[in-house]
C-alpha cells in the first residue's frame, strides 16, 4: 500500500471524493465534481497601465474575468463571454476616453489627469452573484463610479432591479420613499451629513431611483443601492450607499432574491 493510500484510508477519506487529482508523470488532471449551485470565480483578465510624468497624466485599470462553472461541472461558456464582454466593454470606455485625453495634450502641456479602476465581489450567495467596479478619475477634482454587474446565479444571466420584485408591485416609488426617509434622518443626526432632498432651489434634489440604479445584495441578505459620487450628494460625501430593511420590502420581492 502506498504512502498516500495509507493516508487516505486512516483519514477516512474516500477516494470518489468531490474533487479526484490523478498524477500522470508530469501532467495533473483534474475531475471536478458536481455541484449544488453554479461556481463564480474572478480573476484579473487585463491590466491597463499608463505612465506619462512629462504630461501628468497616469492610469491603472484592473479588468476581471468571471468563468461560471455550472451545477454539472462544466463551465457555462456562454454567459461567461456575455458577461464578461460586458464588464470589459464598460471599463474599456474610460481606457478609449483617457487615451483620447491624453493624445489632445500638447507638448509641454499638463493634463494632471488620473485614471483608477478595480473591482471586487459584493454578493456571492445562493441567489446572486454581484461583481462591483469602482473607477475614480481625477483632474483637479474627481468623480467617481460605480457599475455593479449582479447575475442570477442560477442562470448565469445579468439581472436589473425588476427582477427581484413582483410586476406591478410599485417597489421603485416604495425604494425611492425610504431612501428619502434615510436621508432626513442622516441629516437631523449629524449636521455634517448633507443629501440632495427637500431644496425647492435645488434641480438636483434625489427624486427617484431607476431600474438601472445600481445595487447589491449585502451580509443581512438586505438591498443596497449604489450612487455615483455627486449623484444624490455633495462631492464630500463620495459615493453612497442606502440598504433598505427588507421587512419594507418583502411583500413585492420575488424568486427569493432578498432573505
Known amino acids: 500500500m502506498s504512502k498516500l493510500s495509507s493516508v487516505l484510508k486512516k483519514t477516512g477519506i474516500a477516494v470518489a471524493a468531490a474533487a479526484m487529482l490523478v498524477t500522470m508523470g508530469a501532467g495533473t488532471v483534474v475531475t471536478q465534481a458536481k455541484t449544488s449551485l453554479p461556481v463564480y470565480k474572478v480573476s484579473l483578465a487585463k491590466k491597463y497601465t499608463n505612465n506619462q510624468k512629462g504630461k501628468q497624466m497616469e492610469a491603472s485599470v484592473k479588468i476581471p474575468k468571471v468563468k461560471i462553472t455550472g451545477t454539472d461541472g462544466k463551465v457555462m ?50 441567489k446572486l452573484f454581484c461583481l462591483r467596479i469602482d473607477t475614480v478619475i481625477a483632474m483637479g477634482g474627481s468623480q467617481s463610479y460605480a457599475k ?56 438636483f434634489n434625489f427624486k427617484s431611483i431607476s431600474n438601472k440604479t445600481n445595487f447589491y445584495v449585502n451580509e443581512k441578505g438586505e438591498l443596497t443601492l449604489v450612487f455615483d459620487k455627486y449623484e444624490v450628494a455633495p462631492g464630500y460625501m463620495g459615493m453612497v450607499e442606502f440598504s433598505i430593511p427588507t421587512g419594507e420590502i418583502v411583500d413585492m420581492v420575488t424568486n427569493g432574491y432578498l432573505k
Do not use: H, P
Open 148 to 203: 455593479i454587474f449582479s447575475v442570477d446565479k442560477k442562470s448565469g444571466k445579468q439581472i436589473t432591479l425588476k427582477n427581484l420584485f413582483k410586476k406591478g408591485s410599485g417597489y421603485i416609488d416604495r425604494i425611492s420613499d425610504n431612501i428619502k426617509e434615510q436621508m432626513r434622518a442622516q441629516m437631523k443626526e449629524n449636521a455634517d451629513v448633507t443629501y440632495f432632498v427637500d431644496d425647492e432651489n435645488n434641480k
Open 77 to 126: 461558456k456562454s454567459e461567461s463571454e456575455k458577461l464578461n464582454a460586458a464588464i470589459s466593454s464598460y471599463q474599456n470606455k474610460f481606457i478609449k476616453d483617457y487615451k483620447k485625453d491624453v493624445a489632445a495634450i500638447k507638448k509641454g502641456e499638463k493634463g494632471n489627469e488620473s485614471l483608477t479602476s478595480g473591482y471586487k465581489v459584493v454578493t456571492d450567495n445562493d
